[in-house]
């Protein structure tokens, strides 16, 4: 995934570290053979419309070699299935714009496009600076 993206892959030992320690409330379904060859991310969130919980899925990722073979739909489903279960009333998401092959991925899903929302993020010495603020 790190390669996809074109950013820095930490070492194994860091990588199974972050994992250990990631934050209690993040899940991730993952599909293997072999090898990992897709994973879904996702942490519930809290509130929704109605007051209800719901997931925000922070990634979906399925390796290159296995695009095209239904592989993300299922993860889908399956988190799909997973809100149900629950009782939580959405999957929220983020996209690429510039990625059309993903849109019409998601699209195809019967998810909607919120395009009146704005994907921020902040980071590295923006977040420091913010948190001095406090």
Known sequence: M?????VFCPSHDAIVAGLLGRPP???IL???TDRIVAF???AA???GPGLKPGFFLKELYVSNSERG?????MLMCRLAALAVERGFGRIDWTAARANERLLRFYD???GDRKEDRIFYRLEGERLKALATRA
């Open 108 to 110: 195809g899903l019967g």
């Open 2 to 6: 790190q390669a996809y993206y074109g």
């Open 25 to 27: 409330e993040t899940q």
């Open 69 to 73: 073979r239904d592989i993300g739909t």
């Open 30 to 32: 993952v599909v293997a």
């Open 45 to 47: 969130i809290y509130p």
């Open 40 to 42: 879904a991310a996702f």
